[in-house]
């Protein structure tokens, strides 16, 4: 893809980006990174900053960059502190809000790289991060360190970039592990669990709903299956077990021969395995 760009235009898309440069961030020391200079690029740096090696960038930048990707491609200046309230008042002496630097792609392939994102996460190597019911997307990333000018060996910085959800970005989330030990030396077996019992968190957070439309997981043997639970109210206890034991278990209270009241309620979708609670009456 390098090859296919050239070296104009790939390096020109860095600098839309904002990889390279700081990013205005309002807080203290920030780096710029290190990207190669036009005039220092050839075949083998071409090549090597189209898969993202060879080149240096901070979580600030990564996290701007991705954001313009997700947002429709708007390049918006980051900001930890909203508001500068004088301690006797509260008021307001200082007030920063979004501040739009540039455009960088389109809205059409914006929503191509939401769905692009979706897809490693339901089927890809962020398979670990998927969550049920929610629409998660993300990429990871394995990134060789260096010592010396010289690529350390099984030495890397694993890290993640996480959006929820995937179809409407309400927040992001970049996660890094320096040097992880006794594990495969994968993203998608170091950051992407740690991700996923996050994005819960800001799932929770922020009130995020349940929504239909996700792209379908690919399961493997160990992953957990999710099925909808079926309605058994007013069944009997034959016609109950029946529906639901293919898929889960099943645990009765109360007298009767109908069921009454289930735990958990139809159409919600849970683990194979579970187990489905069933209140009988007559």
Known sequence: MGQL????????????????????????????????????????????????????????????????????????????????????????????????????????????????????????????????GYRIGGKTGTAQKVQDGHYLVNNYIMSFVGIVPSNNPQAILYIAIDNPKNTAMLSSYTTTPVARRILLDIIDALEIPKQEGAIEKDYSWNDDVYYEVPNVISKNVKEATELLSTNFKVEYSGEGDKVIEQSPKAKTRIAGGSTVRLLLGS
């Open 5 to 132: 760009l050239g070296k104009e235009k790939l390096f020109s898309y860095l600098d839309l980006f904002g990889f390279g440069s700081k990013t205005g961030i309002d807080l203290n020391g920030e780096g710029e990174g290190i990207i190669f200079s036009l005039d220092q690029v050839g075949p083998v740096e071409l090549a090597t900053t189209a898969f993202g090696q060879g080149v240096s960038v901070t979580p600030i930048q990564q996290v701007a960059a991705v954001s313009a990707v997700l947002n429709g491609g708007k390049l918006y200046q980051p900001y930890v502190v909203k508001n500068i309230l004088e301690p006797q008042t509260n008021t307001i002496i200082e007030s920063k809000d979004k501040k739009l630097l540039r455009n960088t792609i389109s809205e059409e392939t914006s929503a191509i790289m939401r769905r692009a994102l979706e897809s490693v996460v339901a089927k890809g190597g962020g398979k670990a991060a998927y969550i049920d």
